[in-house]
């Protein structure tokens, strides 16, 4: 499928999603909200995916946040379906079977840094930088900001972010846990695929289990969170891998041949 705003590549196992608006600093307009659902939707669809990276083109920006010429004469109902898509967009990352990394090369602003955070992962260059500047522009943060920030980092550390709007850099997202790694610039698309394929080398059926597992049961007790990956467990058992994995552990066999089924 052919995009404007965003480029969708695979490679041997892995898929990469750039925003691709380098001179708005990849800005989510709604266009490019759409474009993202429909290529989360291929990514979905395709087999041959197992990983998907999300990045942002150029070396300034991941994503500088929604479009503000967009939205600047918005009404209230356009601002809504404006939200509604933003969401969409945002959950159909988080709803994915497969596990999505951003790797997050430069600025992550407001709906940048919300997109970075349905992400599963998130590995940072150096001057990438973190923001949720929405109060400064009189609205709230719209992308599932305040609900994911503050499940992601200490909930004193959201609301500063939040209630201030500074910026900061990826040392301390790394500090505050919001960022798993850090590295160069230039390390950056290298490391996403050392970790992607770090990823691919075990079961694909068993990772996406486990993301629903630990996505669905952070949102319920622990009574019925455990219930469901009990569940889980006992499907894994259906699984040519699961006999695989566990034939290749007592063979003391190293390569393993997963087939996803
Ligand atoms: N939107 C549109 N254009 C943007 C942009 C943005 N968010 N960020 C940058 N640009 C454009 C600039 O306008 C400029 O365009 P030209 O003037 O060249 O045409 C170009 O990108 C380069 O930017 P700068 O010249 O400003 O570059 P600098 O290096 O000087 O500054 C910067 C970089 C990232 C610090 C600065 O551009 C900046 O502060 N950008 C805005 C960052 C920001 O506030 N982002 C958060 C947006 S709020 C909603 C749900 C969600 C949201 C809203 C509603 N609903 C439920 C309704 C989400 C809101 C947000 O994300």
Redesign the pocket.
Known sequence: MEFKNVILTKDKGIGTLTINRP???????SETLAEICDAVQVVAKDDEIIVLIITGAGE??F?????????KD?NAM???????L??KAMRSIEALEKPVIAAVN??A??????LSMACDVRIASTNA?F????A??G?????G?TQRLARLVPMGMAKELIYT?N?IDAQEAYRIGLVNKVVALEDLMATAIKLANDMIKNAPIAVKLCKQAINRGMQVDIDTAIAFEAELFGVCFATEDQKEGMTAFVEKRKEKNFKNK
């Open positions: 001179k708005a600093l990849n800005a989510l307009n300034k920006s994503v500088a946040g929604a479009d503000i010429s967009e939205m918005m356009q601002g809504r379906e404006f939200g509604i933003g969401n430069g600025f602003l407001g709906g940048g840094c919300e930088k923001a949720q500047p929405e400064g522009l609205i709230t943060p719209g992308f900001g709007t910026m």
